[in-house]
């Protein structure tokens, strides 16, 4: 399974933007996906998740209320939508695939597969 996430950039604080991650392989069916992000010098974190089925989302503290994660089941997209931006949310974003089964929602460890990562940058 591939992963390939796009839509970073660059953004001033209270902007805007959509991370995309679309999966390569023709028939996906994933338990969870989910995005984590990890900014300079600090560990990777959780920010938000999704079920694959039935409406389930879970979200960082920090970011709830303001990001909203959504899925495609047609397309096999996972969309971040990132409203209220902050210079904190800086970071490489990355989205990721529980495949085989689904533990937890917020460790990266218990996710199989993971996308390449792209970039968000906000100005203040």
């Known amino acids: 399974v591939q992963l390939q996430a796009s839509g970073g950039g660059w953004v001033q604080a209270g902007g805007s933007l959509r991370l995309s991650c679309a999966a390569s392989?023709?028939?996906?069916?994933?338990?969870?996906m989910g995005w984590f992000r990890q900014a300079p010098r600090k560990e990777r974190e959780f920010v938000a998740a999704?079920?694959?089925?039935?409406?389930?989302?879970y979200y960082a503290d920090s970011v709830k209320g303001r990001f909203t994660i959504s899925r495609d089941n047609v397309k096999k997209m996972v969309l971040l939508q990132m409203n209220s931006l902050k210079p904190e949310d800086t970071a490489v974003y990355y989205c990721a695939a529980q495949y085989y089964s689904s533990i937890t929602y917020s460790r990266s460890q218990d996710y199989d597969y993971w996308g390449q990562g792209t970039e968000v940058t906000v100005s203040s």
């Open positions: 999704i079920a694959w089925s039935g409406r389930s989302t």
């Open positions: 392989r023709r028939t996906f069916s994933p338990y969870v």
